[in-house]
C-alpha cells in the first residue's frame, strides 16, 4: 500500500466520523455579520444552486448520516481534484 | 470564513476575482516547474484532509465556532505556491458542490484563505527560527521548535485571512473598515488558536512518521 494512501484514509476517517459532531454555532465571519447587521445582505443572493448546500446529501433524512456522506464524497473529490491539477503540473518523468 | 454572495459590492468581488484569477494562474505556473510527478498525490491528501478538516467546526467563546483552514499547513509541506493550488481546488469544491462559499466572492475567499493563508503562514514558519528575543534562541535548538513555529504560522494564517476578510467588508462599505478589522480580527485570534495547535499537531506526526516531509526545517539550532 503506498504510504500517501493512508493519509487519504485519515482525511476519510476525518470526514466521516468527526464532522457529524461539528459545532453547529455559526463561524467568525457569520457571527460577526450578524453582530454588525449585514448578515442580511446574503439572504437570496445565491448565485449557484450546489447540489449539497450545507454538506449534506439530499435524499438522507438521518442529519449525521447525510453530513458523513457528503464528507466522504467531498473529500473523495478534493483529492481527486488536486492529485488531478498536481498531474497536470508536475514534471513529465523522462524515463522509468 | 467563506463569505457568501450579497456581502461584497461588485467592485470588490470583481476586483478579487481578477487579482485571484492572476495569482492562481502564477502560482500554478511556479509549481509547474517545480513539482515531481511523485508529489502529484501529496497534492491530493493535503487537499483530501483539508477539504474534511474544514467540515469540523470546533466550539470559541461567545456560541461561536470556527474551523481549520489549512493554507499555512499545506505551504509548510509543499511550498506556498502549492499550497495556493491545494486550496483552491478545495474552495472550487465547496462553492461549487457545498454551497459555501459564493461563486462571486471565490476570488476573495482565494485570496484569503489560500492566498494570504499559504503565503502569510509560510513565511511566519521561515521567519520564526530567526526570532531571537528573550533568549528564545535556546529554545528553537531544542525539540518543540517545530510545534512552536507551526502554531504561530497557523495562527498569522487564519488572523491575516480574517483581517483581508474584514478589509474586503470594509470596501465594500458593510461596515467602517476598522471596526470590521476589530470584530473579525478579535474573534479568528480565537479561532487561530485551534489552527496553530492542528497545524502543529500535525505537523509534529509527520516529522515523526515521514520525517523527509519537514526535514527543510532549520531550527537555527546548527544541528542541519
Redesign the interface.
Known amino acids: 500500500m503506498?504510504?500517501?494512501l493512508w493519509?487519504?484514509v485519515?482525511?476519510?476517517a476525518?470526514?466521516v466520523f468527526?464532522?457529524p459532531?461539528?459545532?453547529?454555532?455559526?463561524?467568525?465571519?457569520e457571527?460577526?455579520?450578524a453582530?454588525?447587521g449585514?448578515l442580511y445582505?446574503?439572504?437570496?443572493?445565491?448565485?449557484?444552486n450546489?447540489?449539497?448546500?450545507?454538506?449534506a446529501m439530499p435524499g438522507l433524512r438521518n442529519a449525521p448520516v447525510s453530513?458523513a456522506t457528503?464528507?466522504f464524497l467531498?473529500?473523495?473529490?478534493?483529492?481527486?481534484?488536486?492529485?488531478?491539477?498536481?498531474?497536470l503540473?508536475?514534471?513529465?518523468?523522462k524515463s522509468r | 470564513?467563506?463569505?457568501?454572495?450579497?456581502?461584497l459590492d461588485a467592485k470588490v468581488w470583481a476586483a478579487a476575482d481578477v487579482v485571484a484569477v492572476a495569482v492562481v494562474g502564477a502560482c500554478?505556473r511556479k509549481?509547474?516547474?517545480n513539482?515531481?510527478?511523485r508529489?502529484?498525490?501529496?497534492?491530493?491528501?493535503?487537499?483530501?484532509?483539508?477539504?474534511?478538516?474544514q467540515?469540523?467546526?470546533?466550539?470559541?467563546a461567545?456560541?461561536?465556532?470556527?474551523?481549520f483552514v489549512g493554507g499555512a499547513l499545506i505551504a509548510i509541506l509543499l511550498g506556498p505556491a502549492a499550497g495556493v493550488?491545494?486550496m483552491t481546488?478545495?474552495l472550487?469544491?465547496?462553492?461549487?458542490?457545498?454551497?459555501?462559499g459564493?461563486?462571486?466572492a471565490l476570488g476573495a475567499n482565494i485570496l484569503n484563505m489560500g492566498v494570504v493563508g499559504s503565503f502569510l503562514g509560510y513565511g511566519v514558519f521561515a521567519f520564526m527560527p530567526r526570532v531571537h528575543l528573550w533568549g528564545l534562541r535556546r529554545m528553537w535548538a531544542g525539540k518543540g521548535s517545530l510545534a512552536v513555529a507551526a502554531f504561530a504560522a497557523g495562527w498569522f494564517s487564519v488572523v491575516g485571512a480574517?483581517c483581508f476578510?474584514a478589509l474586503e467588508?470594509g470596501l465594500s462599505g458593510?461596515?467602517p473598515l476598522w471596526?470590521?478589522m476589530a470584530?473579525?480580527g478579535s474573534?479568528?485570534a480565537l479561532?487561530g488558536v485551534g489552527e496553530g495547535i492542528i497545524t502543529a499537531m500535525v505537523l509534529n506526526f509527520l516529522a515523526r512518521v515521514?520525517p523527509e516531509l519537514t526535514a527543510g526545517f532549520d531550527a537555527g539550532g546548527g544541528a542541519e
Open positions: 503506498k504510504r500517501w493519509g487519504l485519515i482525511a476519510v476525518v470526514a468527526l464532522s459532531l461539528a459545532s453547529r454555532w455559526p463561524d467568525g465571519l457571527k460577526v455579520a453582530r454588525k449585514f445582505r446574503a439572504e437570496g443572493k445565491q448565485v449557484l450546489a447540489p449539497m448546500p450545507d454538506y453530513t457528503a464528507g467531498g473529500t473523495i473529490a478534493a483529492f481527486g481534484l488536486a492529485f488531478g491539477a498536481g498531474r503540473l508536475a514534471r513529465r518523468r | 470564513m467563506h463569505i457568501p454572495d450579497g456581502f500554478a509549481v509547474k516547474g513539482l515531481g510527478e508529489q502529484a498525490p501529496l497534492l491530493g491528501v493535503t487537499a483530501a484532509f483539508v477539504f474534511a478538516a467540515m469540523v467546526n470546533f466550539p470559541v461567545g456560541g461561536t465556532s470556527g474551523h493550488i491545494v481546488c478545495v472550487l469544491l465547496q462553492c461549487f458542490i457545498f454551497a459555501d459564493g461563486l462571486l480574517a476578510c467588508l458593510r461596515y471596526g470590521a470584530a473579525m474573534v479568528h479561532i515521514r
